[in-house]
């Protein structure tokens, strides 16, 4: 069975740096795409940053220039590079992947989601 895995999440004072990092397990055959999504309570998930398989990327606006998705295929592991913080960048954040893996129930393609890991940053 497919887990994703975050972790790297802390406090830390603006204009400082995280590193967030997130490990898949279990039989992954394709990684379509994969990203970092976060959430602030009362609001929707909205999207930091995407990655697809191919290396194209995209990046929220508010996160531009601060913020660098990468991989490392091997590792089955990506990460979220976060310079410059904000304190408008507290929430929670998701690692999300598109495979195809085997979800427990036999073999397909969709969309899993982390727990999520808390970044809070003050000014």
């Known amino acids: 069975q497919v887990q994703l895995v975050e972790s790297g999440g802390a406090s830390v004072q603006a204009g400082g740096s995280l590193r967030l990092s997130c490990v898949a397990s279990?039989?992954?055959?394709?990684?379509?795409?994969m990203g970092w999504y976060r959430q602030v309570p009362g609001k929707q998930r909205e999207l930091v940053a995407a990655?697809?398989?191919?290396?194209?990327?995209n990046y929220g606006d508010s996160v531009k220039g601060r913020f660098t998705i990468s991989k490392d295929n091997a590792k089955k592991t990506w990460y979220l590079q976060m310079n410059s913080l904000k304190p408008e960048d507290t929430a929670v954040y998701h690692c999300?992947?598109?495979?195809?893996?085997?979800?427990?129930?036999?073999?397909?393609?969709?969309?899993?989601w982390g727990q999520g890991t808390q970044v809070t940053v003050s000014s």
């Open positions: 990655l697809t398989g191919r290396g194209t990327t």
């Open positions: 999300n992947a598109d495979l195809v893996a085997d979800s427990g129930s036999g073999y397909g393609r969709r969309d899993y």
């Open positions: 279990g039989r992954i055959f394709i990684v379509n795409a």
